[in-house]
């Protein structure tokens, strides 16, 4: 995937991300990342040393346990998120 597709994605889960009430942490360390909930509050946290195409299926991970199916998806996004869903469950 281009580069400049990559950064249009991540910047559409920030905007989900928002829509949904989700705050999406970035943070170094040695983890992998995920979706959590802390006292109600819903995080997707990314690592930021990964490469962008990891913090990506990171975050569609994330969303893809909450209920997103109600909610409008640019179709760049819903693609990413649908493609990411078949390679998972394969």
Known sequence: MSKTKSKK???LFYELGEKMDV???????DFQ???CQVNDK????INK???LDEQLNILA????QLNINEVFLSPILR???????????K
């Open 9 to 11: 994605i991540l910047e």
């Open 23 to 29: 705050k999406i942490v970035n943070a170094k360390g």
């Open 33 to 35: 990342g995920g979706y």
């Open 42 to 45: 819903r995080h997707i946290v």
């Open 49 to 51: 040393i990964k490469p």
């Open 61 to 64: 991970d994330g969303f893809m």
């Open 79 to 89: 693609d990413f998120i649908d493609n990411r869903e078949r390679q998972l469950f």
